[in-house]
């Protein structure tokens, strides 16, 4: 069965779909098959993974269909069939990675999600609460995934709680400022919010056609990115938010989970990631590497030596900066291939 990953802050701007596209690949580069679920009707790690595709994605007769909002449209729209698998696309350049692609309507959805998930005495909507995991589920299976990735919009929607308690891990992407810092301490109560309807409800959804995830998901640790380096060390103006960040979750925010069902055995958890405040990493901006990342079609990490389109000095300051990129995202893949492997 695929381990899968959601990452999710309810705070916006915290470089949530690169770290998704990032992990994903870099696993992929590792030899998994990994699934990228777009469950973010912005559709940006959609648009990431098909580029110059994307709009004909969702206007060509034999693609159109083939996204995270018509997969579960059986169960949300009553139709007599039962939710089938849909085809994933692969970058050209990875072809161990598969996208399960997002739909900019897929908000429409979070109604009758929301009634459904407090009416549970209800039989019409018995199907709705497990229909993703269905769908993702069945993707999983019809390509072998061993890691399933999934990238959300930074709301409170019931599609969000949902898609968060059908994961068995999670991370929370952050940035070095102080309304990250809010937002952890905000999560102390969402997420042990969530938790609760699960425990309450999960045997009530049972018996339908859809069921929950079985469990609850399991806190994996945080990432810190955006931020610029001086003398191989985040620059100044941020390193006091890194530090406040990594006390907030290791003291505030760990213990709240621990109580809720939501973390693993300490015991699991390698010494120096608890010291650092279960912090994976620390992700300095990319820069001008980002946008020559979006035109190749590939991450950071990945680019050539032509794609870098630089000379000199210049090329091997971006070639340094690359491969200390790259370096992060191996460390950062093998922490959670180990901790999700406990």
Not at 25 to 49: F, K, T, Y
Not at 72 to 78: C, E, H, L, R
């Amino acid at each position: 069965m695929a381990k899968r990953l959601v990452l999710f802050n309810h705070k916006g701007g915290v470089s949530k779909t690169t770290t998704v596209y990032n992990i994903g690949w870099m696993l992929a580069e590792q030899g998994h098959r990994v699934l990228l679920v777009d469950a973010d009707p912005q559709c940006n790690l959609s648009s990431l993974i098909l580029g110059d595709n994307f709009d004909a994605y969702y206007l060509d007769e034999d693609t159109r269909d083939q996204n995270i909002k018509d997969g579960v449209a059986p169960a949300f729209k009553g139709k007599p069939t039962p939710i089938q698998a849909i085809s994933c696309k692969s970058p050209d350049r990875q072809p161990n990675l598969k996208l399960l692609a997002g739909h900019a309507t897929l908000s429409e959805y979070d109604a009758s999600l929301t009634f459904a998930q407090n009416s549970n005495a209800l039989a019409t909507l018995q199907n709705l609460p497990g229909a993703f995991n269905e769908l993702i589920q069945k993707v999983e299976d019809a390509n072998a995934i061993d890691y399933t990735i999934i990238d959300l919009n930074p709301g409170l929607s019931a599609i969000n709680q949902n898609m968060f308690l059908n994961a068995d891990f999670f991370l929370i992407p952050t940035n070095p400022d102080p309304f990250s810092i809010m937002a952890l301490e905000t999560l102390q109560a969402i997420f042990p919010r969530w938790a609760s309807w699960k425990v309450q409800n999960e045997q009530a959804f049972q018996d339908s056609a859809y069921p929950l995830r079985p469990g609850l998901p399991k806190f994996l640790g945080t990432s810190i990115q955006r931020f610029n380096v001086r003398k191989g060390r985040p620059a100044a103006p941020y390193r006091d938010n890194i530090a406040e960040i990594n006390t907030v979750t290791r003291d505030q925010l760990f213990p709240i989970l621990e109580k809720s069902g939501l973390t693993l055995t300490r015991t699991d958890y390698p010494d120096h990631l608890i010291n650092d405040g279960f912090c994976l990493g620390q992700i300095q901006d990319f820069g001008s590497l980002l946008q020559r990342s979006h035109i190749a079609g590939v991450p950071v990490f990945s680019l050539n030596r032509e794609e870098l389109g630089d000379t000199g000095v210049v090329l091997v300051n971006a070639m340094t900066k690359r491969d200390q990129i790259h370096q992060q995202f191996v460390q950062i893949t093998q922490l959670l291939a180990r901790l999700m492997n406990n």
